[in-house]
């Protein structure tokens, strides 16, 4: 599959991107039931550039496809969008093919790459709005920080009205025929990565969005998937869409009460502590939300739609269950930042490894209640108690962090 297939998108632009069908698992986060691509990009202006490169493992199929368009010693320029090795893993191949090139990315973008490249490089800081001359061509750079490095700028090749976006507008799905109107449809590919890497940074999605909207627009080349040459407005007003309906605040009453338990006992804390927050004021709405069983979305889902969080287990062979730990994993600190929350729990000789829940809480930005409550095996009428005035604390905490007051 991976021949030296190159693209033309206009008479001065061609993809020369990589295809990689048999990938599985990308960035370990996520499944990749279609492959993906590492979309690369060549102008070839009178100062002849790239757009990001690919994975170093192809670099051998890519350095072959450039030689096919250039000497790459002519190569004034490579753009760097974003720097995770996925896109800049060839640079160090390159630069050493293309000596005298210069490097363009954001400042961010250079300082990952200095320690991702551990030498010297020729390079070119630019900012949100700068210009490049490329000869007979310009290049504008928009910045587009946190989609989804803080690095990340899109390019705008303005008399090719050609968008490179790296992850922006992507998805991760490998096809021959490589144009959105020669794939087929990926429409559940395009979700499941905005949903994946995109959707905890849509507040800086639609930033990015308000930004290009004005462009005259051809095609918009992201780094991964399909190149939008005939549907991109269609990709654009979806991305609109998913980013606009995460940003819907989260119900500042609602409270998560996940746990797992396995004797119950844990599941009964639960319980009373939802009887304490209504007591603090029947407008709140605890939820309880048994973690067993789950998939990870639902549990992400219901991170999101809640204010806070009060998360419970067993303590089991010194350490608490792995659906907790999966939980942790779900929480974004840059989206769930300073919500506050919670620990409690069951627990037999092993008590003192509660912290690990306290640890986590603080450890992923979140807001710790500053206590937690902890029952040696089951709760009887000392423990009821305890559970429903931690709760009812709880709450009132909540009140009045949202300045509103008990009735």
């Not at 780094?223 to 980013?243: S, V």
């Not at 940003?247 to 004797?263: D, F, H």
């Not at 939802?274 to 939300?289: K, M, N, V």
């Not at 010194?318 to 769930?336: C, E, G, K, S, T």
């Amino acid at each position: 599959m991976n021949d030296t297939q190159i693209l033309e998108l206009t008479p001065s632009v061609n993809w020369i991107g990589v295809l990689d069908p048999d990938l599985v698992t990308f960035d370990v986060v996520m499944a990749t039931q279609y492959g993906t691509t590492y979309n690369s990009y060549f102008i070839d202006a009178e100062k002849k550039t790239v757009i990001d490169t690919c994975k170093e493992q192809f670099w051998p199929v890519y350095e072959a496809k450039l030689r096919k368009l250039c000497n790459p010693a002519e190569i004034q320029y490579i753009i760097i969008n974003h720097t995770e090795p996925d896109h800049s893993g060839s640079l160090a191949n390159l630069l050493k093919i293309a000596p005298d090139a210069t490097v363009v990315g954001t400042g961010n973008a250079i300082r990952y790459l200095n320690d991702l490249l551990g030498f010297e490089f020729a390079h070119l800081i630019v900012k949100d709005g700068t210009q490049l001359g490329l000869g007979n061509k310009t290049l504008q750079f928009i910045g587009a920080p946190n989609l989804h490095w803080p690095d990340t700028m899109y390019t705008y090749l303005q008399e090719d009205r050609l968008l490179f976006t790296c992850d922006s507008f992507g998805c991760h799905y490998s096809h021959k025929g490589v144009f959105d109107d020669q794939v087929g449809g990926f429409d559940d590919a395009f979700k499941y990565y905005y949903d994946v890497i995109l959707k905890p940074y849509s507040k800086f999605m639609l930033k990015a969005i308000e930004k290009i909207r004005h462009l005259d627009i051809l095609m918009i080349c992201p780094g991964h998937g399909p190149i939008l040459r005939t549907y991109w407005k269609k990709y654009f007003d979806i991305t609109e869409q998913y980013a606009t309906a995460a940003m819907q605040l989260p119900n500042k009453n609602k409270v998560l009460i996940a746990y797992v338990s396995a004797y119950q006992n844990t599941g009964k804390l639960a319980e009373l502590i939802a009887e304490g927050i209504r007591q603090a004021d029947p407008a709140l709405e605890p939820e309880l939300f048994n973690l067993e069983g789950v998939s990870l979305e639902e549990v992400e889902q219901k991170l999101i739609e809640a204010n806070a969080y009060i998360i419970g287990s067993p303590i089991i062979n010194q350490n608490i269950l792995l659906h907790i730990y999966q939980l942790f994993a779900m929480v974004n600190p840059i989206r769930d930042r300073n919500k506050l929350a919670g620990a409690f729990g069951s627990y037999g000789w092993s008590g003192d490894v509660m912290k690990i829940i306290e640890q986590n809480i603080q450890s992923l930005k979140l807001r710790f209640f500053g206590e937690s409550v902890f029952i040696k095996f089951s709760p009887h009428e000392d423990g009821y108690r305890q559970c429903i005035n931690y709760g009812r604390a709880f709450g009132l905490k909540m009140l009045e962090a949202t300045g509103c007051e008990a009735e």
